[in-house]
Structure formats: C-alpha cells, structure tokens
C-alpha cells in the first residue's frame, strides 16, 4: 500500500480543504461557529473587511453549502444575518482536526533543525 492511498498516513496538510483554510473564510466560520446567527456588521468589524470583501467570501461559503445568509430588517434598518450550516459545521470540525493533526505532528517531531 502507497503512503497516500493510507489516510493515517497522509501528511495532515492534505486533508485541509482550501475552501475552509483561507484565513477569511476560517474567520466567517469560526465566529459563526460561535453564535446562532451572526451580523454582516459584526463580521466586518471583528475581520477587519470591507463590504465587498466580506461580500464575496460569504458568497463563496454560501455557494458551497457551509453558510446560509439571510436578509431582513432590524426595525427599518437592512440586516445581514449569516448562520453556519450543518455541512458548514462538519467541514469546519474537519479543517480544526486536520489542524490538530499538523500540530500534534510537529510538536512529536521535537524542534526543528539548527
């Protein structure tokens, strides 16, 4: 059996999914992981974006089925509110065990080279 045929085998930055790792993309998830709906505003506050940034990145999450964006009305005010599905949830607990894996295997591989 070839090394990469073995998913036990396989280097951990295999199993990361590019969808999910970009650091945006991981920021729009983990927040809202955190809540049961998150506001546009909050999104761009705590990621530093503009609204055409957070705007494509949440486009690209909602297009692969990891969050649902919903827009409505706080009082007369347009709202964005952005919920992290169950595919969203479960790719997201894939990227963190890949991510423990990669960490777990570098800290049993001691320190690196002088």
Known sequence: MN????PEEQHPTLALDDTVHQ????????IA???ESVDFAFLKQELG???G????????LEDSGLVAVNKGYAGRRPRTW???TTTGAEALAREL???RALVHRLDAAGPPPA
């Open 53 to 60: 940034n957070l705007s494509r990145h949440l486009k690209v």
């Open 3 to 6: 090394v990469a045929d073995d």
């Open 97 to 99: 065990r890949a991510l």
């Open 49 to 51: 974006l503009t609204d």
């Open 82 to 84: 952005v919920t992290l």
């Open 23 to 30: 650091r945006v993309r991981l920021g729009i998830l983990a």
């Open 33 to 35: 992981r955190e809540a």
